[in-house]
């Protein structure tokens, strides 16, 4: 891309979460990766600003000199994000941020999500509703996975949290986004940022997010799973510029109708 | 009395170590020392500045975790 055309691209706010602003609309996840080198290089590829991690108790015995996750990724570059991965209770997912909390040196960004049942990984809103009351009182900055309901995203935002991240489909399902009008009606309401979060499949699914208004996109099977992660977190990347772009610049109205580029006059 | 070991739960199993060993103690022990590494004892945090102050005892139950890949 040569400057003139990046001068002339408008300016769009960046992305903003617990008042503090990120450069990439796009999240990734740390998980299914073969290895930490390709963790860190499809994360690079991704350019993304915030990476999610998993909080796991030490395999006591196994070698302490094993290379650690965030040497792959570290906080120097990254800003890490802790999930509640395989928690069912609010309590466990409030002592997992609590933990995480310590691990990262106070950090109070976290993502948290209080799954239902381990076939659908769907999320068990009442839970995550009680966890996310425990956490926002604790001081967390929350951003929470959920359902794809509007009354359980609004009920989320007045609790206090910071994000909502309602899911596209199943997580690690590929499937994309099943329903976009629900989608729609949580970005319509919604006076805190909207992430998409599970489900993503492949790089339309992101730009489709993206153009109804999502305010960014979370994925790591769409990534980690690609015959090519790297090139799938490129594609991903632009995928997800592509999309606010389209939102930015106003897409053209639908109509069940034909309508001509070409002028009807002067045909010979 | 001093020499004899006590047994907590750690990570979920059991473990000996000896009496008066703070979780400090139990960090070098596991060659886990200068590791990134949060603490808890019975589901409470322990900050890493309190571990030396911190003494276990018998049947506490100690978690021990770090960050690992995940979604």
Known sequence: MNQAMRQD??????????????????????????????????????????????????????????????????????????????????????????????????????KLEVLGDERTL????PETLRAAETLVRDGFDV???????????????????????PLASLIGSGMGILNPWNLSLIIEQAKVPVLVDAGVGTASDAALAMELGCDGVLMNSAIALAQDPVRMARAMRLAVEAGREAYLAGRMARRFAASPSSPMAGRV | ??????????NGAAHALPDGASL????????????????????SVVPRERWAATT??????VDVVRAIGGG
Do not use: W
């Not at chain 1, 996840?29 to 073969?34: A, F, P, V």
């Not at chain 1, 769907?122 to 809103?125: L, T, V």
């Open chain 1, 122 to 125: 769907f999320p068990n809103m």
């Open chain 1, 9 to 110: 691209r408008p300016i769009d706010k960046p992305l903003s979460i617990a008042g503090k602003t990120y450069r990439s609309r796009l999240l990734v996840g740390s998980g299914k990766y073969r290895d930490l080198d390709q963790t860190r290089a499809a994360t690079e590829a991704a350019e993304a600003d915030i990476i999610t991690v998993a909080i796991r108790r030490v395999n006591i015995g196994q070698d302490p000199n094993a290379p650690n996750l965030l040497d792959a990724v570290p906080p120097s570059r990254y800003t890490i994000l802790p999930n509640t991965a395989g928690c069912y209770t609010a309590q466990d997912a409030v002592y997992t941020l609590q933990l995480a909390r310590e691990l990262l040196g106070g950090h109070t960004l976290v």
């Open chain 2, 24 to 43: 400090h103690d139990l960090v070098a022990s596991l060659g886990l020392a200068g590791q990134a590494l949060a603490l808890a004892v019975n589901r």
């Open chain 1, 143 to 165: 951003m929470v996975y959920c359902s794809d309901d509007p009354i359980q995203a609004k009920m989320l935002e007045e609790i206090g949290c910071v994000a909502v991240m």
């Open chain 2, 1 to 10: 009395m001093p020499g004899t070991d006590i047994d907590i739960e750690l």
């Open chain 2, 56 to 61: 276990l005892a018998p049947r506490d139950k």
